[in-house]
Nanobody, 122 residues
Framework: QVQLVESGGGLVQAGASLTLSCTASARSFNDYAVGWFRQAPGKEREFVAAISRSGTSKYYADSAKGRFTITRANAFNTIYLQMNSLKPEDTAVYYC???????????????WGQGTQVTVSL
């Protein structure tokens, strides 16, 4: 079992950058792939990015390509989501989730963090 805690959210203006962190409590953190998802009010939770256990394979939603970068530091049990050129439509609660292999569907992830709010103003 793994517990996940997100941090780094906040209120920023359009065009700014934020880095989200997802820290895990697990003996073998590198046994898990991790995904970032987001959920805006009134909308379904959607895939943002995912990274494999080793960090060599990365996957992005079209909305994130070119602006967001997912990385991991297994020595620190932490996953990062660097978000650049933020837009108001990026406003959402951002969640990290863990499973054995990367996947884009939220329902396939058994472990979730509590989420961190990102708000992008004009």
């Amino acid at each position: 079992q793994v517990q996940l805690v997100e941090s780094g959210g906040g209120l920023v203006q359009a065009g700014a950058s934020l880095t989200l962190s997802c820290t895990a409590s697990a003996r073998s953190f590198n046994d898990y792939a991790v995904g970032w998802f987001r959920q805006a009010p009134g909308k379904e939770r959607e895939f943002v990015a995912a990274i494999s256990r080793s960090g060599t394979s990365k996957y992005y939603a079209d909305s994130a390509k070119g602006r967001f970068t997912i990385t991991r530091a297994n020595a620190f049990n932490t996953i990062y989501l660097q978000m650049n050129s933020l837009k108001p439509e990026d406003t959402a609660v951002y969640y990290c989730a863990a499973r054995a292999t990367p996947h884009t569907t939220p329902a396939n992830y058994p472990y979730w963090g509590q989420g961190t709010q990102v708000t992008v103003s004009l």
